[in-house]
């Protein structure tokens, strides 16, 4: 193995974001990135764990039970004493890798956090919200910065930090644990202090704890400086493997080398592929995609009125 290998990927997943994770890894290992992969998982079906661990180097940790989405455990997931390696790297399961991304894994300085600071400046970034951060920083840690040492939030499906920060993380778990409510879903309320529930919770920690790590000032694992190596997150409902819709069409040619390559593999058969990423579906899933919002609500609406 030529690439570098220092650090552990972490990523997790409820059992709708099972083929999400499993592609996920299988994007890493088709382009030799042989590192570590602990994987949290909450009700997946035993055949997606077993495909997942044929991946090799995959270990998997059960999710304690929470009312709270799966993403406030980010913090707890990067922080597990089983980590060997001395860098760690979370990593959404709606996502893949695209080339080797290896080189993205490390930062350049341990004092930093590799995280993309959003812009332009999100929506939310008031100064109201700013108030509520500082004030809710000074209050469970202590003591807090007068003002925000950065003009923008950050986003978190990608984050990558040395392990000396461990206490950091423990902090921003604790801080979700102290300011989300007990049943928070992946969003809250637009426009509100804590609206995308972990990534503002780590933002107003990296903007107002005086003993945060510093934001690196260069994010490159969205292929600024090489467009052939980058994370292609699939943001926004629903995801490729649910649903395609318009937006996430583009994504359709990323992905499409993965699914391929598990097939190849053995790991999966076609006939085992979720319908929107079986090749014999995709012109109908393609033409369908201008609806996928109607039909995507409609199957909520239905959730919640009869159950799932
Ligand atoms: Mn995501």
């Known amino acids: 193995m030529k690439n570098d290998i220092r650090t552990t990927v972490v990523t997790a997943g409820d059992r709708a974001f099972a083929w999400g994770a499993l592609l996920l890894v299988a994007s890493m290992r088709r382009n030799g990135m042989m ?62 890798f695209v080339g080797d991304c290896s080189e993205w894994l490390i930062g350049e300085n341990q004092e930093e956090i590799i995280v993309r600071k959003y812009d332009p400046v999100p929506p939310d970034f008031t100064p109201e919200n700013l108030e509520v951060w500082r004030r809710d920083v000074e209050h469970f840690i202590g003591h807090a910065r007068s003002e925000s040492l ?19 993380l423990e902090r921003w778990y604790n801080q979700m644990m ?26 107003s920690l990296l903007c107002f704890d005086p003993e945060a790590p510093v934001v690196a000032e260069t994010y490159k694992a969205n292929g600024s400086v090489d467009r052939s190596r980058y994370y292609a997150h699939f943001a926004y409902n629903p995801k490729p ?3 395609w819709n318009s937006y996430s069409l583009r994504w359709h040619d990323t992905l499409v080398p993965v699914v391929n390559w598990l097939v190849e593999q053995g790991i999966v058969k076609q006939c085992d592929l979720p319908i929107p990423l079986r090749k014999a579906w995709w012109p109908f899933c393609r033409a369908a995609a201008p609806l996928a919002p109607w039909v995507w609500r409609m199957i909520k609406l239905k959730r919640k009125l009869f159950g799932a």
Not at 57 to 77: D, F, I
Request: proline share 6%; glycine share 4%.
């Open 150 to 168: 950065y003009a923008t939030r950050m986003n978190d499906p990608f984050v990558v930090i040395h392990r000396k920060w461990r206490f950091f």
């Open 178 to 203: 102290n300011v989300l409510p007990d049943d928070v879903g992946i969003i809250m309320k637009h426009g509100t202090p804590y609206f995308q529930t972990d990534e503002s919770v780590l933002a």
């Open 241 to 243: 493997w649910q649903m």
């Open 35 to 96: 590192h570590p992969v602990i994987v949290g998982t909450t009700q997946w079906p035993e055949v997606m764990k077993h495909r997942i661990l044929s991946l090799g180097g995959v270990t998997l940790h059960e999710l304690p039970n929470s009312r709270r989405c799966v993403a406030c455990q980010k913090p707890m997931m990067m922080n597990l004493d089983e980590i060997e390696t001395e860098w760690v790297c979370w990593a959404d399961a709606d996502a893949v």
